[in-house]
């Protein structure tokens, strides 16, 4: 079983889905919504973690889509665990940058 670890500017995209979802619909929905994303991506990635795509631009990381939204993986060589390092949103378009530099914030 692999342990899963979210980065910051992954908890970020997370954030952003839910205040799409409140402001648009309901604050209720919005928790639900984004509980149940994380808990299907944990429960699957937990149980079998090669089941994501692997990039054909980085092999090393992994991409599982669910409910439209994509969920960009890597293992960590060193401590074996699972990071998630970028959500999107199926209302956003794929930015390679988060992909290249999984820890850094995005250029201005």
Do not use: H
Not at 30 to 54: K, Q, R, Y
């Amino acid at each position: 079983m692999s342990k899963i670890r979210w980065t910051p500017k992954s908890e970020q995209d997370l954030d952003e889905i839910r205040e799409f979802i409140a402001k648009n619909f309901s604050v209720e929905l919005a928790i639900s919504i984004v509980d149940e994303l994380v808990l299907t991506l944990e429960s699957m990635l937990t149980e079998n973690p090669l089941c994501g795509a692997l990039l054909e631009s980085n092999p090393l990381f992994s991409k599982v889509i669910i409910k439209g939204n994509s969920f960009y993986y890597c293992e960590n060589p060193k401590d074996k665990m699972l990071y998630i390092v970028y959500v999107q949103s199926r209302k956003v378009k794929y930015n390679d940058y988060r992909i290249e530099n999984p820890l850094l914030s995005n250029p201005k």
